[in-house]
Nanobody
């Protein structure tokens, strides 16, 4: 069974860091484009950052310089490191995997596999 499971969400103060994990089972993450998306209440799901199959990454302007993606192939897990968090980063965060062309990395419809989501709340 192909599955993605996120973890690591929670409540964090503005300016603080948080790391999300996305563990895959049933397939090797390394061969796919991995995307991180988020959805805030009343808003559409938006692409945050993605890693293409060759390791290249692309970040949305809203998180550039603050969020990074990394992969541990031994654990078949992808991480989203979030630094300097802001209240506007509050959302449910999802990881996704698929055979996605580079130019479409922020397009949610391109991804085949999705995790269940994890809540991130940035508040004092």
């Amino acid at each position: 069974q192909l599955q993605l499971v996120e973890s690591g969400g929670g409540l964090v103060q503005p300016g603080g860091p948080l790391r999300l994990s996305c563990a895959a089972s049933g397939f090797a993450l390394d061969y796919y484009t991995i995307g991180w998306f988020r959805q805030a209440p009343g808003k559409e799901r938006e692409g945050v950052l993605y890693r293409w199959s060759n390791g290249a990454t692309n970040s949305a302007d809203t998180v550039k310089g603050r969020f990074t993606i990394s992969t541990d192939t031994t654990k078949n897990t992808v991480y989203l490191q979030m630094n300097s968090l802001k209240p506007d980063d509050t959302a449910v965060y999802f990881c996704a995997a698929g055979s996605v062309p580079w130019k479409l990395g922020f397009s949610a419809s391109q991804y085949n596999y999705w995790g269940q989501g994890t809540q991130v709340t940035v508040s004092s």
